[in-house]
């Protein structure tokens, strides 16, 4: 197994923890002076869902709450090995989670890419776009100091379909920078699906930082509109 080397950054670990709380009927992050909408509650909102919206009008409503319900549960699975394995614990204890522990051994290919971790599971929030959210992983990745962010899926997803994972990479990217001073222009996304696909999407955030910087103004505007 490998030897994951952890290199935490000195001003990062400066700051408070934000906490995570609910308020206004969305997912907030405080840190004791101001509340941080989370990103990822900002791109539900402001990214279209007529796709979702109508394949749970086709399902039904039962059916699509149990599929989410249970997509969310292996989600948290999946993380939870890739993350017992990132931090170098043993991923034993998870092995009777047969379908998320094999989605993990199908990944591993790809998190051995991974070196010289910053942190995992890291909560953010910037001051400059008035956001907060929580970094799967920052990281190099085959060498390139990125964000990085892990997925599972019942089936192999389309590229045009992860636009949003990208825009919610580049938050973490922009909220670190801010908070070290330190670019991370590489995003990462490793999804990994039942039928044993693995899929490593590579990009740059500065492809995404302007339509990022429009949602998170359009959001606020609405707000201030409320």
Excluded at 70 to 82: D, E, L, M, P
Excluded at 104 to 127: C, H, K, N, T, Y
Excluded at 142 to 164: A, H, R
């Amino acid at each position: 197994m490998k030897e994951f080397k952890h290199v935490p950054d000195s001003q990062y670990s400066k700051q408070a923890v934000p906490k995570i709380v609910n308020s206004g009927g969305m997912r907030q992050y405080s840190d004791g002076d101001g509340l941080f909408p989370s990103i990822t509650s900002i791109l539900s909102r402001e990214m279209s869902s007529e796709g979702l919206d109508a394949w749970k009008e086709r399902v039904g409503t039962k059916l699509a709450k149990y599929i989410c319900d249970s997509a969310i549960n292996r989600g948290n699975k999946f993380h939870k090995i890739c993350e017992a394995y990132l931090n170098n614990d043993c991923t034993c204890k998870f092995v009777n989670h047969l379908l998320e522990y094999g989605m993990f051994e199908q990944a591993q290919p790809a998190l051995e890419r991974i070196s010289d971790i910053v942190g995992i599971e890291m909560p953010m929030v910037s001051r400059e776009l008035g956001i907060g959210g929580t970094a799967d992983i920052i990281a190099n990745f085959d060498g390139v100091l990125s964000v990085i962010d892990l997925k599972s899926s019942t089936s192999p997803k389309q590229v045009s379909w992860c636009e949003k994972f990208f825009l919610q990479e580049t938050a973490y990217s922009l909220m670190f920078e801010e908070i070290t001073s330190k670019p991370i222009e590489q995003l990462v996304t490793i999804i990994a699906s039942e039928n044993g696909t693995i899929q490593v999407l590579i990009r740059n955030r500065d492809d995404f930082t302007h339509e990022l910087k429009e949602i998170i103004s359009r959001f606020q505007s609405r707000r201030v509109m409320v």
